[in-house]
């Protein structure tokens, strides 16, 4: 865990945010600032600090997230209409949060 990391402190339940759903690898829950009508992120437990930083033993892991990331998209009734999975990698790739997470992004209106 990282001292200084708001999504360790999260994922340790160190603030009141509120999960969608949690697992032993990973705990899902609402983006503070959504920019979709569904905006939700996907966050590891373990501090990976981005896709740059992935190796070959986590690639299980981030195909969980991916699954999860369909499943919650099944919950919350945007699967049909369609929705992003998307990973913001480093500065440049708009991550701001240096905890790797991936963001579900959904429910437009047509
Ligand atoms: P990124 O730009 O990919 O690093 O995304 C970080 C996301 O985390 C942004 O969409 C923020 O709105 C969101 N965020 C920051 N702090 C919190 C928080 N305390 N709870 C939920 N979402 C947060
Ligand atoms: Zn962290």
Known sequence: MEKECIFCNIVNGKTDT??????DQLVVFKDINPHAPVHDLIVPRRHIR??????????GLVAHMLAVGRDV??????????????????WGGGQRIFHLHMHLLGGWKK
Not at 18 to 23: K, L, N, S
Not at 73 to 90: D, M, P, Q
């Open 50 to 59: 981005s896709i740059n930083d992935m190796t070959d033993a986590d690639q």
């Open 18 to 23: 509120r999960f969608v759903f949690e697992d």
């Open 73 to 90: 998209a099944r919950e919350r009734e945007i699967n049909a209409s369609g929705y992003k999975l998307v990973f913001n990698v480093e």
